[in-house]
Nanobody
Framework: VQLQASGGGLVQAGGSLKLSCTVS????????MGWFRQAPGKEREFVAA????????TYGGSMKGRFTISKDNAKNTVYLQMNSLEPEDTAVYYC???????????????????WGQGTQVTVSS
């Protein structure tokens, strides 16, 4: 599976951005698509994940209520809508793919086998 993330950029605090992750290659109904982020000098952090089939979602703690993950199976694309952005959201955002994950495993980056190249999100104060 190949992943291509896009949509990052510079935005003022309080603004919004929508990231896209285009998926190519063979995916199945048991796939889980995730978004992670990594700020300079920090460990990679779980943002959100969604099941390719059924659309069940889960979110990292600080993103609940501000970020929304969604998908368009026909376009093979996963989205991350980010609202009320804060300077602390500044990071490189990565999309990733995994197979057959239970909910409790979705936040662990080690469970994801395929990764996109990342897209930079910068939030100015």
């Amino acid at each position: 599976v190949q992943l291509q993330a896009s949509g990052g950029g510079l935005v003022q605090a309080g603004g919004s951005l929508k990231l896209s992750c285009t998926v190519s290659g063979r995916t199945g109904s048991d796939y889980v698509m995730g978004w992670f982020r990594q700020a300079p000098g920090k460990e990679r952090e779980f943002v959100a994940a969604i099941r390719w089939s059924g659309g069940g979602t889960t979110y990292g703690g600080s993103m609940k209520g501000r970020f929304t993950i969604s998908k368009d199976n026909a376009k093979n694309t996963v989205y991350l809508q980010m609202n009320s952005l804060e300077p602390e959201d500044t990071a490189v955002y990565y999309c990733a793919a995994a197979q057959r994950l239970i909910v409790s495993a979705m936040s662990n980056e080690r469970n994801y086998a395929d990764w996109g190249q990342g897209t930079q999100v910068t939030v100015s104060s």
